[in-house]
């Protein structure tokens, strides 16, 4: 296992390695809060494997670099999460945050970040649609989708993408109005990558897919996806929702090597992944990302 913070490898079995603190914000300007989660780290050759999380004691802030002017973030106890939403952020602006734990020994950590300018899906093409009734109960089906999907032209390289396809959780009982069997989404399973696969990393600890277009070809991808276990004349699918980021390649490079670690510790023989992080005397990563939602109709 290997361990990075920025960009020297840390070695865990000297015996000189500390306990830092663990920061993974993000922020973006079409959100109306910059949200933070602190914890701490483990060090592996020690008895001692107790993760901490910091609850409203620490202090996190953020500002524009060279500007006077630090936010706080303020701890919400209901969702255990630091927010601010004093600060208004911007596209092609660099931020710095800093996260400090008062009375105890961890270092300041600290980092910083540029937000990426926005992309959008240039279009969105529904290829098939199709139904499967599930064969152990005829009551229960699943659908599966098809979809092509071209984006605008990176305003630079590197650029990165992030896109999480997902469905309204509609349902229908025979001879009354649909209604919504919960306010949250409901995200696709079953990835499969038709065209663009070599560009294409599904994640593991979070929705959706991380997408380098520099490795696209015609900035397009085909992809296929499901949604399982639907109740036969109740559930439906009327639109996909595309939720598209564009993300900085700090987010992109430290989620794609968390994905990539989890996946390989289901494997046996699999070579160890490098993490990645952009936390200065700690770990974690301060990403940034700029979204937008498209929609494809369901016929």
């Known amino acids: 296992m ?54 409203d004691d620490a202090v996190i802030t953020i500002r524009e670099k060279n500007q006077s002017v630090w936010y706080p973030f303020e701890f919400d106890a209901s969702n255990e999460i630091y927010e601010e939403a004093e600060l208004t952020i911007q596209p092609d602006k660099i931020y710095e945050i800093s996260a400090i734990w008062p009375g105890t020994d961890y270092p300041e950590a600290f980092g910083e970040v540029k937000v990426p300018k926005e992309t959008t899906i240039d279009s969105i093409d529904l290829i098939t649609a199709d139904s499967l009734v599930n064969a152990n109960n005829i009551e229960r089906f699943s659908k599966h989708f098809e979809v092509e999907i071209t984006f605008e032209e990176p305003e630079s390289y590197p650029s990165f993408f992030r896109i999480i396809p997902a469905r309204r959780d509609w349902k229908q009982n025979m001879n009354e109005p649909p209604y919504l069997g919960s306010k949250d989404l ?8 038709i065209v663009g696969g070599n560009a294409l990393h599904e994640l593991e600890h979070i929705e959706g897919l991380l997408i380098d277009p520099s ?5 397009k991808i085909r992809i296929a996806f499901s ?19 564009t993300v900085d390649a700090e987010y992109y490079r430290y989620h794609l090597a968390t994905s990539r670690q989890l996946k390989a510790s289901s494997t046996p023989f699999s070579q160890p992944i490098t993490s990645y992080s952009n936390i200065s005397n700690g770990f974690g990563v301060f990403g940034s990302v700029s979204e937008s939602m498209d929609s494809v109709l369901v016929k």
Do not use: H, M, W
Not at 29 to 39: C, D, G, H, I, V
Not at 186 to 193: L, N
Not at 215 to 219: C, H
């Open 186 to 193: 409901v995200y696709f399973e079953d990835y499969s990558f």
């Open 227 to 245: 949604s399982n276990d639907l109740e036969i004349n109740k559930d439906f699918i009327d639109t996909i929702l595309f939720l598209f980021q």
């Open 2 to 55: 290997c361990l990075v913070s920025c960009s020297d490898p840390i070695n865990l079995n000297d015996g000189t390695e500390e306990s830092l603190l663990v920061l993974e914000a993000v922020i973006s300007p079409q959100q109306n809060k910059s949200t933070a989660r602190l914890s701490t780290s483990v060090i592996i050759n020690t008895s001692n494997q107790q993760f901490l999380y910091p609850k």
């Open 215 to 219: 490795k696209l070809p015609d900035n």
